[in-house]
């Protein structure tokens, strides 16, 4: 598999969401992808809007639960993101002078900041440092390898800036869905400063098809600083072998880590991030309780919910008629009507409303064993495109645990055809 293929899996383990920092607006930030047709038209939908789409990963509708992990904040720093610690430049050796902007601390090099990594972490044997300093447009940011006697790990440190009462904060903090990030544990708290802070240990792979795994600290302050730090149990965070059964830092040292006052200069050399605008009401006013609500009235009795989450445009619902666990998920996007010569031609069902209907019968997508995907997607005569899927697992990353969705296909061409999506 290609690392560009790689990098795409590990986003979509996040549902996050999954375009955090992508550029494309922040209501599309952070959010685990949505599957197949749904991919398929946006993607037609951008491309002719836009002529050139980036790919996949910015020209989604999708939902956001836990950005930060879903979708790798370290390695930019700048809190524009960033393609993990790979991406950045390898620092100079010699040490330039420290400058100094108008309003701001002094400059700090790339060196200096890899510096600063290395005064907080255990003794060890160092090696792989890379890194950007403060004036670098990306944002400063320090990696390295760590041998502490027990094996080489890569750790990482991205400094930036964010505005603290925003959503895009909130999301930041915010653990993974576990229904589509798997994860040993996430918690957060608030410190005794009023700053707050999330760790998590969970894996590079969504999927765990390989053992790598990826542990976490972000930390946001009250005056809109973020520290973000990763460590792995293997010397790169991709294409390289486990060396050890668990990363180098406990939990209390990484927390040390990003909280550590070391970072303070590095913090007092950026600009501070603008506040965020208020955020614009959904499209025809679903948004994710909204849709949630919905969603959950057109389910057949037997559909018991036992897990639930909604977001602008996009809701799921994991349910148990007795026979095991089923993920059912449902997409509404307003004008689609470019998107439906190609997804809506020769084949498709029409309604006496003129709403067309498709279906679809499939493997699922995300590399569960034994997992396939029923599909009902519909677009009515003025754009609205609502697509319901389920499958026969209560996640697409983890086995079957039944033969077939607990909706059959025809309740699930109900949930898509039904009038209450027409509604506000």
């Known amino acids: 598999m290609s690392g560009m293929q790689e990098d795409l899996d590990a986003f979509e383990g996040g549902l996050g969401d999954a375009l955090r920092r992508t550029g494309e607006g922040f209501a599309m930030e952070g959010r685990p992808l949505v599957d197949g047709g749904v991919m398929r038209g946006r993607r037609r939908q951008r491309r002719r809007r836009i002529a050139a789409v980036t790919g996949s990963v910015t020209a989604l509708a999708v939902v956001g639960f836990g950005a930060s992990y879903a979708t790798g904040a370290l390695g930019d720093g700048s809190g524009r993101g960033g393609s993990g610690v790979a991406a950045g430049p390898t620092a100079q050796e010699t040490l330039p002078a420290a400058k100094t902007s108008p309003g701001r601390g002094p400059e700090l090099s790339a060196q200096q900041v890899i510096r600063t990594l290395e005064g907080l972490l255990p003794e060890g044997k160092v090696s792989g440092r890379s890194g950007r300093g403060t004036a670098d447009r990306l944002g400063p940011w320090a990696h390295l390898v760590l041998d502490d006697g027990r094996g080489g790990a890569a750790i990482g440190v991205s400094v930036g800036t964010v505005d603290p009462d925003g959503t895009k904060a909130k999301q930041l903090l915010e653990c993974p ?16 400063d009023g700053s707050r802070l999330t760790l998590l240990r969970g894996y590079e792979y969504p999927d765990k098809r390989v053992d790598t795994k ?68 959904s499209a025809q006013g679903q948004d994710g309780r909204t849709i949630l609500r919905k969603f959950k009235s057109l ?32 997409n509404v996007q307003p004008n689609m009507s470019d998107v439906e010569e190609s997804l809506f031609g020769a084949g498709a069902e029409v309604l006496p409303d003129g709403t067309k209907v498709v279906t679809h019968k499939a493997p699922g997508e995300k590399g569960g064993a034994g997992v396939v995907m029923w599909t009902a997607d519909t677009i009515r005569p003025d754009g609205l495109r609502v697509v319901v899927s389920a499958f ?25 055809t039904s009038g209450k999506w027409a509604a506000k």
């Open 177 to 192: 869905d576990k229904v589509f990030t798997p994860y040993d544990s996430c918690r957060t708290e608030t410190l005794a």
């Open 299 to 330: 389910l057949p009795p037997s559909a018991k919910v036992t897990a639930e989450r909604g977001d602008d445009g996009y809701a799921y619902v994991v349910v148990d008629d007795g026979r095991g666990a089923s993920l059912v998920q449902i």
């Open 392 to 416: 026969n697992s209560g996640s697409q990353r983890t086995e079957a645990t039944r033969e077939t969705p607990a909706l059959t296909m025809r309740q699930l061409k109900s949930v898509a």
């Open 214 to 281: 990826r542990w976490n600290a972000h930390l946001v302050t009250p005056d809109g600083y973020s520290v973000d730090a990763s460590e792995w149990n293997a010397p790169a965070e991709k294409g390289a072998a486990v060396t050890r059964d668990t990363p180098p830092l406990t939990e209390g040292r990484l927390k040390a880590l990003v909280t550590s006052a070391a970072w303070r200069p590095v913090m007092n050399a950026l600009d501070r991030a603008a506040p965020e605008p208020a955020r614009q009401p």
